[in-house]
């Protein structure tokens, strides 16, 4: 496709939404088209998944059957925003995708395993992220953000865990990244934002072709 699609994924609290906003303003000052979504969501039909998911009302089916729930949010979010959006050129900034399903659904069962795996390579259907940048905080210090900006809000499915859980979680992001280099960048998420905001934007300079997205995007405002 003649777009650009770029996933963030990290634990709780780990400042996905802070970056990815400030990526986009950074790619569209350059004249870019730029999207931004999220998963579970980024349709009416996916959100309405995404509600189910986080209020825990799946939680009892298991992880092969919350895999379905995402893998179905997923489909209709590829078919109505992010496919089109690639075809016509934009970039594509998704806040969580695949790698997320990947870890928060993980199972030591191996047939359990292979079914995320069959159901993840036919709903994507060869569309996936040209470039992931993974964020990573401890999960003590994701676990006390995702607190702090919730303040009295309730915390969600995968927030309210135990902080051991969310360490596992942590090592299987890094696990990808370690597994995927090809795709996937990891930046310490700890740091000031502004400094981080410059780590991904040279993330995404560095691996990505921008200056072939500008020219296209200059050749179809002239």
């Not at 859980?165 to 090809?182: G, K, M, N």
Request: glycine share 10%; proline share 4%; hydrophobic share 40%.
């Amino acid at each position: 496709m003649a777009g650009i699609f770029i996933t963030f994924e990290g634990g709780e609290g780990s400042g996905k939404t802070t970056q990815i906003r400030r990526l986009a303003d950074a790619l569209a000052a350059h004249g870019l088209d730029v999207v931004t979504t999220r998963e579970p969501g980024g349709t009416p039909g996916a959100d309405a998944i995404r509600h189910v998911v986080l209020s825990g009302a799946a939680r009892h089916l298991g992880p092969q059957m919350e895999g379905v729930l995402f893998a179905a949010a997923r489909a209709d979010h590829l078919e109505v925003v992010i496919r089109p959006a690639l075809a016509r050129g934009a970039v594509v900034l998704c806040d969580r995708f695949h790698d997320s399903t990947r870890v928060y659904q993980a199972s030591d069962d191996p047939e359990e395993g292979a079914f995320l795996a069959r159901l993840e390579w036919a709903t994507l259907n060869g569309v996936g992220p040209d470039l992931t940048i993974i964020l990573d905080v401890p999960a003590e210090i994701g676990a006390e953000r995702a607190r702090l900006r919730r303040q009295e809000a309730k915390a969600d499915r995968f927030e309210e865990e135990d902080l051991s859980v969310q360490v596992e979680r942590r090592e299987r992001f890094l696990a990808i990244a370690r597994s995927e280099p090809e795709r996937c960048v990891v930046i310490d998420g700890q740091g000031d934002a502004d400094e981080i905001a410059q780590d991904v934007l040279a993330a995404v300079e560095d691996r990505l072709d921008l200056d072939r997205l500008v020219k296209n995007r200059e050749r179809q405002g002239s």
